[in-house]
């Protein structure tokens, strides 16, 4: 239903002139197969939808890492190994990461830019803070 719904509110922004392209990210997947299984399902919706409508819009469909912590020594080493191997893979792969809580942190943010990620999702309790966190670290790095 989530889906259906993100497929319908893309389409509505197409009407009226608005270009989006929905990324569905898939949580909790631990092996190639689950994401092979939900990639199956996500695009089964997106057909349905189509097809009633009679029309389309791009979309990805994705994976998150879901970490408990960005502690550097623990998990951010195996996020820096990840991103690492994904991105020697991949170059134009899209990385980033669900975080909850900790994704808001000013600490987190820094880290998530010094492993170059694409994004970060936290509680929505904590965007606000994260886009300060963000602006401040874009006005330091620029002097």
Do not use: N, W
């Amino acid at each position: 239903m989530q889906v259906q719904a993100i497929i319908r509110a893309a389409l509505r922004c197409h009407q009226r002139g608005v270009r989006v392209q929905p990324e569905i990210m898939v949580s909790l997947v631990i092996e190639a197969q689950e994401m092979r299984m939900a990639k199956q399902l996500v695009d089964y919706a997106f057909k349905g939808v189509f097809e009633e409508v009679k029309a389309t819009v791009g979309h990805k469909i994705g994976t998150m890492l879901e970490t408990p912590s960005l502690d550097d020594s623990g998990v951010g080493e195996l996020l820096r190994i990840a991103v690492d191997k994904a991105r020697r893979a991949r170059p134009d792969i899209k990385l980033g990461i669900c975080a909850g809580e900790h994704g808001g942190d000013p600490a987190s943010i820094a880290f998530v830019e010094k492993l170059k990620l694409d994004y970060v999702s936290c509680s929505p309790f904590r965007v606000q803070i994260a886009r300060l966190a963000a602006g401040q670290r874009q006005a330091k790095s620029k002097g």
